[in-house]
């Protein structure tokens, strides 16, 4: 009972989109719509009751995992742009940055990225906003994103 509670406590801080998608019972739903503008510490806790109570009726198993896939996916994305920042400044800074994605990632153009390095630290020398490092970034994100699943996983432990 507390378990089920605790998941329609997190049920609140979804948002209305995403609620709609997990085809909640609609007593269900209306409950937690409520629970959100209760504001007193006991009216919630009871409200919050009800919501475990009606909690009863509902598989847990299809909730959680849609939870954890919603809190996931902005951690995936973080560590792709991480992974992205990452071979944008070896390309930047290192002498072998070039030779080392195009190890990981063949089908990636040799000229364009080297013209994109080359337009990148010639702006840097100048002090100019980072235009062409954005471009040499988008380049990278598109070559990482295009590339098959194996190259990928190479390409990350290449770190």
Known sequence: MHEL???????????????????LPERLVDAIVQARGITRHEGRRRQL???GKLMRDVDPVPLKAALIRWQSGPNRERARFTRLEQWRDRL???????ARFLEAYPEAD????????DEAHSERKRGQAPHQSRAL????????DAAPLRDAANASSSF
């Open 137 to 144: 970034f988008r380049a990278i994100a598109k070559i990482v």
């Open 110 to 117: 040799r000229t364009a990225l080297s013209k994109l390095v």
């Open 5 to 23: 509670q605790a998941l329609g406590e997190r049920l609140l801080e979804v948002d209305s989109e995403r609620l709609v998608e997990l085809a």
């Open 49 to 51: 009751q009800f919501i």
């Open 92 to 98: 930047l800074n290192e002498p072998d940055g070039l």
